[in-house]
Structure formats: structure tokens, C-alpha cells
T-cell receptor, first 113, second 111 residues
Framework: GQQLNQSPQSMFIQEGEDVSMNCTSS?????WLWYKQEPGEGPVLLIALYKAGELTSNGRLTAQFGITRKDSFLNISASIPSDVGIYFCAGQLGGGSNYKLTFGKGTLLTVNP | ETGVTQTPRHLVMGMTNKKSLKCEQHLGHNAMYWYKQSAKKPLELMFVYNFKEQTENNSVPSRFSPECPNSSHLFLHLHTLQPEDSALYLC??????????FGPGTRLTVL
């Protein structure tokens, strides 16, 4: 089956720094999603990308759908302590029975005040 | 959106117990999902229901039994579980083939 490689596995940064994480796939997806999960909670959708090359922002977050459709990245600018959590990428092929999401293993982000 | 609720939030059970997890969505979606989240592993899809009909059983052991009485409610009945079944169980909902929204999860511990 499809697999997503998400990197880095973890990051320790100082407040105010910018963050970048990415996901790569061995095959194409038609939708890329980025979720954030805080301790004791379920994943919360941050950004959805539906078109190759698309660049979308949500506040300090920016994500891009790679033109090859096999990768996506998420950037966080000027990090703050509440950015702490696990960030997951997910890919969806879509259409017919291909609605299932394939998740990366997550990037654990720690922000030091 | 925070329209997916799960109860209980925490559950401790013995291997001979029978318990049920409940999920409810208030988003008007018609697809619901159960996922298992274990440490250091990607989320694992367990079951999918579209319009109350099960469309996916991802080789889940029979000790997990889902039930979807309507498009807004989803249950996961548990019986004779094993310690390795301890995990966070997440419910999600969506419009068919659309973006999934997750509930807060039930943290299950099997003793």
C-alpha cells in the first residue's frame, strides 16, 4: 500500500523561530491534508490542499501541494508555545473507493519559550 | 470544527469485560470512521460507514464490533480485548469522500 514518509520526526525550537516539515510519498495523491494533534485530543484539520502546486495559508501556517503530487510541506512562521503538538500529513487519492486517508507518522514539535 | 464528540474519554477495562465506545457527529456528514492510534505508528483505519452501511473493515479482529444505527452515531463494541489493544480510538466523520474531521478520542487501557 501507499506509504508516507514524514520528516523530521521531532523538532525542538525556540519561540519565534520558523518551522518546516514535509511529507513524501511513493505514489501520487490528489488531496493533501495537514492536521495538528495536542495531548489528549484528536487531530484537528489545519490546511487542506486540493490542487498540485497549490500554496495555502492559515494564519502563520503555510502549506504547499507539490507539483509532482508526491509531496507536501508545512511551514510555521514565528512559532509560539501553543504551537506545541504533533503535526500529521495525510494523503487522499480520492474517487470511488479511494477516499481513504494515508497518514504520516507525525512530527512532534516542542517550542521553548 | 469541533462537531464530533466521543464518550467516554478514558476507559480502563479487564480482558473479560464488555464495553462500548460512542461517537456522535453534529456536522450533517454521512460517513463515519473508526481509527486506532498507537504510539509511534500511523493512524490505522479500522472501519468505514457510508450512509449507515459498512464499506470498510480493515482486517479488524472480531473482538471489535462496530455499529452505526444512523448517520450521526457510531459505536464500537469491545469484548475480550487484549492488552495490545490499548490505544487511543478516534472517530471521524465527513461528507462522502470529503475531508475528515476527528473527535477527541477515547483513551483505552486493557488490563
Amino acid at each position: 500500500g501507499q506509504q508516507l514518509n514524514q520528516s523530521p520526526q521531532s523538532m525542538f525550537i525556540q519561540e519565534g523561530e520558523d518551522v518546516s516539515m514535509n511529507c513524501t510519498s511513493s505514489s501520487i495523491f490528489n488531496t493533501w491534508l495537514w492536521y495538528k494533534q495536542e495531548p489528549g485530543e484528536g487531530p484537528v484539520l489545519l490546511i487542506a490542499l486540493y490542487k498540485a502546486g497549490e500554496l495555502t495559508s492559515n494564519g502563520r501556517l503555510t502549506a504547499q501541494f507539490g507539483i509532482t503530487r508526491k509531496d507536501s510541506f508545512l511551514n510555521i512562521s514565528a512559532s509560539i508555545p501553543s504551537d506545541v503538538g504533533i503535526y500529521f500529513c495525510a494523503g487522499q487519492l480520492g474517487g470511488g473507493s479511494n477516499y481513504k486517508l494515508t497518514f504520516g507518522k507525525g512530527t512532534l514539535l516542542t517550542v521553548n519559550p | 470544527e469541533t462537531g464530533v464528540t466521543q464518550t467516554p474519554r478514558h476507559l480502563v477495562m479487564g480482558m473479560t469485560n464488555k464495553k462500548s465506545l460512542k461517537c456522535e457527529q453534529h456536522l450533517g456528514h454521512n460517513a463515519m470512521y473508526w481509527y486506532k492510534q498507537s504510539a509511534k505508528k500511523p493512524l490505522e483505519l479500522m472501519f468505514v460507514y457510508n450512509f449507515k452501511e459498512q464499506t470498510e473493515n480493515n482486517s479488524v479482529p472480531s473482538r471489535f464490533s462496530p455499529e452505526c444505527p444512523n448517520s450521526s452515531h457510531l459505536f464500537l463494541h469491545l469484548h475480550t480485548l487484549q492488552p495490545e489493544d490499548s490505544a487511543l480510538y478516534l472517530c471521524a466523520s465527513s461528507r462522502i469522500e470529503d475531508t475528515q474531521y476527528f473527535g477527541p478520542g477515547t483513551r483505552l487501557t486493557v488490563l
